[in-house]
């Protein structure tokens, strides 16, 4: 166990090379949210997903995920490109014109590993939820993943879902919230207050659970205990404590690094501290 996990947190180390200098490459993206939620992206693909090989887009007989906060597509297209989906080389391309990596995902590029336009926020759960219900309809027994931003909670389509995916029992759905009390415009806690959003999902029917977004082997174990809880009833939430910026010290801790790109120093000091593990592209 503790190989794999060694493993897995060096792919994760490569995937925050790739990030910082995909963002720092086009001078614009998102790197906070996305260092902080590498692990979990690693974990995912390369451990707790059932996935085929190649792409369909249908993704039937296998696992998918959904990402909802689509401003940290910087660690998505890095994870899809280190698990295979397409060549690594193309990270060169981020945010560039005629780009199949757009700053937010997009589907009308036919990138391979992406299912849905997202970024505009709150939409990703209902769209989890819908894929969710077809593989329950098409006798499929594979899970949907979806992840959120905690920041994210302050739009009400996420509510309305909320609402839907317990009463309908949509046990098979297994959603996480990046619990990093960061947005945009400061700390959440300052912005719009999430008050006790653990309460809040019980509230509304959830199966709620807790981990270290940042600790690989509390991730790996906290997504087996989700998917040990899927069908039984209830959909569940993962409440994903992360730290933004994790893994360069300098962006850690603060929501300035939301979405601001690395000058060349800053890019220097940043890949000091993340071992290159794979190959940088």
Known sequence: MSEDINKLERIASQVRRDIVRMVHACQSGHPGGSLGCADFFVALYFSAMERKAGFDIDGIGEDIFFLSNGHISPVFYS?????????????ATFRKINSRLQGHPTTHEGLPGVRVASGSLGQGLSVAIGA?????????????????????QQEGQIWEAAMYAPYNKIDNLIATIDYNGQQIDGATENVLSLGNLKAKWEAFGWDVLAMNGNAMQEVVAGLAEAKSRTGKGKPILILMKTEMGYGVDFMMGSHKWHGVAPNDEQLAAALSQLEETLGDY
């Open 79 to 91: 994870t899809l490109a280190r698990a295979g989906y397409f060549d690594v080389s193309e990270l």
């Open 132 to 152: 969710a219900r077809a593989k329950k309809l098409n006798g499929d027994d594979h899970l949907v993943y979806a992840l959120m931003g905690d920041g994210e």
